[in-house]
């Protein structure tokens, strides 16, 4: 073997290796994380969080979400297209993760406005304005109160909802059980306890898919 086919073939079973070491070390982590979801069950569902569909649907999408991320009003949609697809087999429940500066804050109106039974109304008119409040990654609350007027809430009622005790509490809560989960950014999303094994609506497409097809 002359040294130029021996350095492609050196240089080919060094990229398998590698790809085959990528791939087992990707296999491992999505193992662990759902390792960490089956541990930690109460922290990936808690009874108050906003949900959406079947109550006793087979398939539980769990969501931790940021009102200012981009991807999050990207997938939304996508999401509640994928529940249309399958009616009474899909639950949604979303929980808080306000990692961008300033999101805490327009969480807790957000959970306000849940009080009011006007989650979602909410958390779409924020999805469709976010251009308008979240400069630079940053949430600013002040620029939320045109956002939200042609709503119908009662707007005294979720200022002294979003400022409670409570409130602050749940946010917290969330948050606590994020990094429980190891949840380091936004969207994340658990299907009936399992973690993506990689980013993307595809991928979480397929694992819906795979639950509904084990639920038969």
Same mark, same amino acid.
């Given at each position: 073997m002359n040294p130029k086919t021996l350095f492609v073939s050196v240089a080919a079973l060094l990229v398998l290796a590698f790809a085959g070491g990528s791939y087992f070390y990707k296999q491992q982590q999505t193992e662990a994380a759902a390792q960490l979801a089956a541990q930690n069950m109460q922290a990936l569902v808690r009874d108050g969080a906003p949900s959406f569909g079947n109550p006793d649907a087979p398939v539980h999408i769990v969501e931790f979400f940021d009102p200012a991320c981009g991807t999050c009003r990207e997938f939304y949609?996508?999401?509640? #297209?994928?529940?249309?697809a399958n009616p009474d087999k899909i639950r949604l429940s979303l929980r808080y993760a306000p990692f961008h500066p300033?999101?805490?804050?327009?969480?807790?109106?957000?959970? #306000?406005?849940?009080?009011?039974?006007?989650?979602?109304?909410t958390l779409r008119a924020l999805f469709a304005a976010q251009n308008s409040w979240v400069i630079n990654h940053t949430s600013y609350v002040d620029r939320i109160g045109p956002v939200l007027e042609p709503l119908g809430l009662d707007m005294a009622r979720l200022q002294n909802d979003a400022n409670a005790p409570d409130v602050a509490t749940i946010v917290a809560r969330d948050l606590l059980d994020a990094k429980t989960l190891n949840v380091t950014m936004t969207p994340e999303y658990f299907v009936n306890g399992k973690p993506l094994p990689s980013f993307g609506f595809e991928q979480l497409k397929t694992l819906v898919n795979e639950a509904l097809a084990n639920s038969k």
């Open positions: 949609p996508l999401v509640k #297209a994928l529940m249309a300033g999101s805490e804050a327009v969480v807790k109106v957000l959970e #306000a406005a849940h009080r009011q039974g006007q989650f979602e109304p």
